[in-house]
């Protein structure tokens, strides 16, 4: 993938910077731009405004994402489930405040789908962290032993050779590892999932 194509999504991402974007502009073909504007509405990642609603109470945009801003547990409980994303609040309010700049700061993926984890791979280092990749239960666990625990796992439930649950129980019982952030991202959306994952330590649990 282009370094700048990622450099445009961040631009659309954060509202648009009109210099940098005619600088794009310049520097690529249109057509090669308008391919990968066509990629990322299709991917969900940006919306079109339809032509003149620009300044007409005709075009609601969705909201952008208050992730970064908001201020406390407390509030991101309330903000965060109404998008899919729950917080173990006795887990996440013990945790130390994070103090370490993303760039320092791995965060370990697994997830078996190609094109979710493509997506969340672009996102997690877009803001600027260390990606780590696996596929599998077995990806992981190879990874956990050869470079080590990251500072954040991000765990599919539904993988080929396991179950998401079961490898945070087991994460949870290890001594090394039992104090790894794990946040369960996953399509599975019924509360009793939601419940079970948080009941056996996951820090959040995202639906996608």
Do not use: C, N
């Amino acid at each position: 993938m282009p370094a700048d194509y990622r450099r445009l999504l961040w631009l659309l991402d954060y509202q648009g910077h009109a210099g940098l974007l005619r600088e794009l502009v310049h520097h690529y073909p249109r057509a090669a731009l308008d391919e990968w504007l066509a990629e990322l509405e299709e991917l969900g990642l940006i919306e079109p405004v339809p032509r003149g609603a620009e300044q007409t109470q005709d075009f609601v945009a969705r909201a952008p994402d208050r992730t970064v801003a908001l201020a406390d547990v407390r509030e991101a409980r309330e903000d965060l489930a109404r998008t899919g994303v729950y917080l173990a609040l006795d887990r996440v309010k013990g945790r130390a405040r994070w103090t370490r700049a993303p760039h320092e700061t791995a965060i370990l993926i697994v997830e078996d789908d190609p094109d979710q984890l493509a997506l969340a791979d672009l996102r997690v280092s877009m803001a600027g962290y260390q990606v780590r990749v696996a596929t599998s239960a077995h990806a992981l666990l190879q990874s956990l032993f050869d470079e080590g625990a990251p500072d954040l796992l991000l765990l599919d439930i539904g993988l080929p050779d396991g179950d998401g649950f079961e490898i945070l129980r087991r994460l949870r019982r290890h001594k090394a590892l039992g104090v790894l952030p794990v946040i369960l991202l996953t399509a599975r959306d019924a509360p009793a999932d939601i419940g079970r994952g948080l009941a056996l330590g996951a820090d959040g649990y995202v639906t996608k």
